[in-house]
């Protein structure tokens, strides 16, 4: 069996969708390759903006993981460019010395960034816009440099400088037109647009021309061709791309401004094709996915059917283009600026920050640009793509979204074949009917089966909404899943533990239709602990699904050795303890002695396997540094030294502290008790914090001290150390109960309210009692667990015995 | 993928020392590996070295062929040693041979 080869240049967006294509139509009929000079494996470029701006790791933009191309078989090199192509031959090289022969070769090679040729262009901290590496060298130099400055206000500048706005830069775009964006937008709308950014913190310099960067080896600043400058230690050009031709070149390729193709995306050489941003169409070079995720289709319609009359071929794309910066709504496309011979429909309302502009020439639409209210977008588009005549057309017609009565909502008025998904090219007919025959219920599954806002993502809440509309139900409030292991969400999945009586981790995740058979890293140790809060007494912890800390009961470094930090109630230590810790450090060359933020003393750099030896030695109780747990109660010095002091802090943080070690909560506790508001133990900002007053206790609730900043709030004010414990007891039970697993509690306040809290745990005495008891309860288990591995052989086999083998000489054994 | 060349046969450890789930750290001259037993009874050897900034792998959360590094929660593959996601790189992977109880390493 010899299968047709395939060979592909070029790893991105273009190219793989082809194969996409190809695979969908023909799944065994060819055998591909594909070369990517960039490490990784395919993922969406329009995203990187969102990765710069915060809201996407690199996972989450990959399109098509290693699995995919192992399961489609395809031979995959990245990091590996082709260097030499053959075409007479039809053989190719890469870098690294592969070669490979093909029967058909595709060129999607996309595009270079265009570096304006300045004297100190290849400075340090001078880069572009385009890629994973690209995105992480701003990430990077955001830890150590303050000042960017963005070349280019256009689309791609002004997404780089938002990003670099959420990395807490100071940002200055300069730009070489007066206004902003002058591709896609009209002055008007430039303007708006302006003032928006403004507001977000953006500084513009317009009509500016850069002459020259300046600096030694790094970057430091750069001069304008009005003798002015600024400073810099950053410099993102995004001025524009150009196509990455010069293999092509090579290769014998006919090339104007990029490779030139007709129709089916045929090269000037037999059987090479090219497509994507290193392809130009009817003297057209596309830097959009949209036509290029056509022109895709068509190659891939091209070859699987062998002969040109069968399909119809490329015509040309329409562009329209979004700004994917949030809060900010753009929509431009086709031609939208005036000219003599086009009239124009404008709505302007400077109250509402809302410009919208219809370019009309022979009575049909031939351009737009929508600022502020973007709801339009798709109906317009499928305007200036019909032609129709708009002479007849009602303006509630042209701009729906203007009649104002919200109820039936744009997409419902749309027509199947309009286009839903501009970049997939996903018309409202195609989604209704995959939903419908296939039974989808989420907008994850719609886009796996239709592609629809797999790109840029800006048609999400219209694929949501025909979702909704589609199956009656609102989708937009579907909250998230619990981790990509399943669609259910926290609440679900305990609900079903607690009426199914599940009882193991696996159990749950076969039951309720787990993707993986065996789980990740968030839904396990989720599950273990929903497990454990829901069964307290009968449940078995399992070890495997917690993270090493907790189940080594130690916290591991970076170096791969962990800390020590034996329990110190209340902060309060005495000579014999503080001997042991001396002797013990010095008995085991403890790199680092250090007093941590919460009143211990943390023995730094201690190997795995010396652990157990450790905590015997030092004969004290594990002091939960690692665990989701509670971890100190913080206390001030108090009545009995202080000269403020009105209530004994030392011993109610004492009390606290033996109460509720080792407690599991859905994240880490923190604690802390002070005897008079000038809270010297920083009860502010603890999960808990008491207060000393005269004659009673405040007690706060749902602070934060790490990096969402939050001060807690008041919860009540009680008179006894009794009505104290009770109210923690209630409250962290009611906390461990409600939050979803990782949820601090301020996250959970914020979610909730303190209000529904209150209610709960002051006004309902019935469930009040049954919270305090279940807490009980949860707390009769505790066992310190170091004392525990100290009598156990078996744990510390398991867990911590170090194997090292000597190889005899002469080899093996 | 990235096998590392067979090489000398060597003795690491006995079925009995490995549990299902957990990961055993083994040193051989100087070099860590990390070992894991399937539920399928297989057993896979890695270099215990995270390829993002060297985590120690026998530290992960393991579920089925996959192990999460315990730094930063990459997830590691132990059949290819590649890593998963939009995350790049590989770790070696030794061939193994289980003869009864005794596991080989070939190094
Ligand atoms: C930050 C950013 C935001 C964007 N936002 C949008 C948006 O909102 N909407 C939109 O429509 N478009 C957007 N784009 C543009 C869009 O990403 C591109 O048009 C699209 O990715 C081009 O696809 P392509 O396959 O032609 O090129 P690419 O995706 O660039 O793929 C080409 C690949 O070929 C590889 N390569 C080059 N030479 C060789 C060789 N010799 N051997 C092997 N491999 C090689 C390159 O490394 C590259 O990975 C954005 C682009 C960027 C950078
Ligand atoms: S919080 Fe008040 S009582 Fe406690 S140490 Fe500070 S000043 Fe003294
Ligand atoms: S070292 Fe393994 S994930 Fe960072």
Request: with cysteine; proline share 3%.
């Amino acid at each position: 069996m010899n299968k047709e080869k395939v060979v592909l240049i070029g790893n991105g967006m273009a190219g793989i969708r082809t194969l996409e294509e190809i695979i969908k139509r023909e799944p065994n009929r060819f055998q591909f390759t594909v070369f990517g000079a960039e490490p990784h494996p395919n993922y969406n470029r329009i995203l990187l903006s969102s990765v710069l701006q915060g809201d996407s790791s690199v996972s989450d933009i990959v399109l098509n993981d290693y699995d995919w191309y192992e399961r489609n078989q395809i031979e995959l090199f990245t990091g590996d460019a082709v260097v030499r192509v053959d075409c007479r031959k039809k053989e190719v090289w890469s870098a690294s010395g592969i070669k490979r022969t093909y029967d058909r070769l595709i060129f999607a090679t996309g595009s270079d960034p265009f570096m304006l040729p300045l004297p100190g262009a290849e400075k340090e901290g001078v880069i572009a816009f385009r890629n994973i590496a690209d995105c992480e060298s701003m990430i990077n130099a955001a830890k150590s440099y303050q000042k960017a400055v963005v070349i280019g206000g256009g689309l791609l500048g002004l997404e780089a400088a938002r990003g670099l706005l959420n990395l807490k830069m100071d940002v200055d775009v300069i730009h070489i037109a007066d206004h902003l964006m002058d591709r896609q937008l009209d002055s008007d709308a430039g303007k708006m647009l302006k003032a928006e950014l403004e507001q977000q913190g953006m500084q513009f310099h317009l009509n500016k021309k850069t002459v020259k960067i300046n600096g030694h080896k790094r970057v430091k600043g750069i001069s304008f061709s009005d003798q002015t400058s600024i400073k810099a230690d950053l410099v993102v050009m995004a001025v524009g791309i150009r196509p990455n031709v010069q293999l092509a070149k090579q290769s014998g390729l006919k090339v104007n401004q990029a490779i030139v193709v007709n129709d089916y995306m045929e090269t000037s050489e037999e059987d090479v094709y090219a497509v994507g941003e290193c392809a130009e169409h009817r003297g057209i070079v596309y830097g959009l996915v949209a036509p290029l995720y056509e022109q895709g289709k068509v190659l891939a319609e091209h070859i699987c059917t062998n002969t040109s009359n069968e399909v119809s071929g490329y015509k040309g794309s329409i562009v329209s283009t979004k700004l994917k910066v949030s809060g900010i709504n753009v929509f431009s496309a086709g031609a939208f600026r005036d000219q003599d011979e086009t009239k124009s429909i404008r709505i302007h309302d400077e109250f509402a920050g809302v410009y919208k502009k219809l370019v009309v020439k022979n009575n049909q639409v031939v351009g737009a640009v929508l600022f502020g209210d973007t709801n339009d977008a798709n109906r317009i588009l499928s305007l200036i793509r019909s032609g129709e005549d708009i002479s007849a057309i009602s303006k509630a017609a042209l701009f729906p979204s203007e009649t104002n009565d919200s109820s039936p909502s744009v997409v419902a008025t749309m027509a199947d074949e309009e286009t839903i998904c501009g970049c997939n090219g996903v018309s409202k007919g195609e989604i209704v009917c995959a939903i419908k025959e296939q039974g989808l219920s989420t907008v994850a599954e719609i886009r796996q089966c239709t592609n629809a806002s797999r790109s840029c993502g800006g048609c999400k809440p219209e694929v949501a909404e025909l979702l909704a509309l589609t199956t009656g139900t609102d989708i937009m409030a579907k909250p998230e899943p619990l981790c990509g292991c399943t669609e259910l969400t926290h609440e679900a999945v305990v609900a079903s533990i607690r009426e199914m009586g599940l009882s193991y981790v696996r159990e749950v995740m076969s039951v309720l239709g787990w993707k993986s058979e065996e789980g990740c890293s968030k839904c396990r140790p989720a599950l273990n602990y929903y497990l454990g809060l829901i069964s307290p007494l009968d449940y078995t912890d399992d070890a495997h699904s917690r993270f090493v800390n907790e189940r080594v009961h130690a916290n591991i470094q970076k170096d791969g050795t962990f800390s020590v930090v034996p329990r110190m109630y209340g902060g309060v230590t005495n000579p014999e303890q503080l001997r042991k810790i001396a002797d013990v450090a010095e008995k085991y060359n403890v790199p680092l002695l250090k007093v941590t933020g919460g009143q211990r003393i943390d023995l730094l750099g201690v190997e795995k396997e010396k652990l157990p030896n450790v905590w015997r030695d030092l004969g004290m109780r594990s002091g939960y540094a690692y665990g989701k747990t509670l971890r100190t109660v913080k206390t001030c010095v108090g009545e009995d030294f202080c000269r403020f002091g009105t209530q004994d802090s030392v011993s109610l943080g004492i009390e606290i502290e033996k109460k509720y070690e080792g407690l599991n909560t859905p994240h880490k506790v923190k604690m802390a008790v002070s005897a008079c508001p000038r809270n010297c133990a920083e009860s502010g900002i603890k999960d808990v914090g008491i207060v000393g007053v005269e004659g009673a206790w405040e007690i706060y609730v749902g602070g934060n001290g790490g990096v969402d900043l939050r001060s807690a709030e008041l919860l009540c004010k009680v008179a006894t150390n009794e009505e104290v414990m009770e109210t923690i007891s209630a409250f962290l039970q009611y906390y461990r109960e409600q939050a979803t697993y990782l949820e601090r509690t301020s996250h959970w306040i914020e979610r909730v309210g303190l209000e529904s809290i209150k209610k709960v745990i002051f006004d309902d005495s019935i469930e009040r009692a049954a919270l305090i008891e279940r807490m009980e309860m949860a707390l009769s288990r505790h066992k310190d667990p170091w004392t525990e591995i100290v009598e156990s052989e078996e744990k510390q086999q398991q867990l911590f015995e170090k194997k090292k083998i000597a190889v005899k000489q002469g080899g093996g054994m | 993928m990235a096998f590392v060349e067979a090489g000398r046969k060597v003795f690491v450890a006995n079925r009995n020392e490995l549990a299902v789930g957990l990961g055993k750290k083994v040193e051989i001259e100087g070099r860590e590996l990390a070992l894991f037993m399937q539920e399928d009874g297989s057993v896979r050897i890695l270099d215990n070295k995270c390829p993002h900034k060297g985590g120690p792998l026998s530290e992960g959360i393991v579920s089925g062929n996959y192990v999460y590094c315990p730094l930063h929660d990459w997830k590691i593959c132990m059949k290819t040693g590649s890593a998963q996601g939009g995350d790049q790189g590989n770790v070696a992977c030794f061939t193994v041979e289980v003869e009864g109880d005794d596991i080989y390493v070939f190094i």
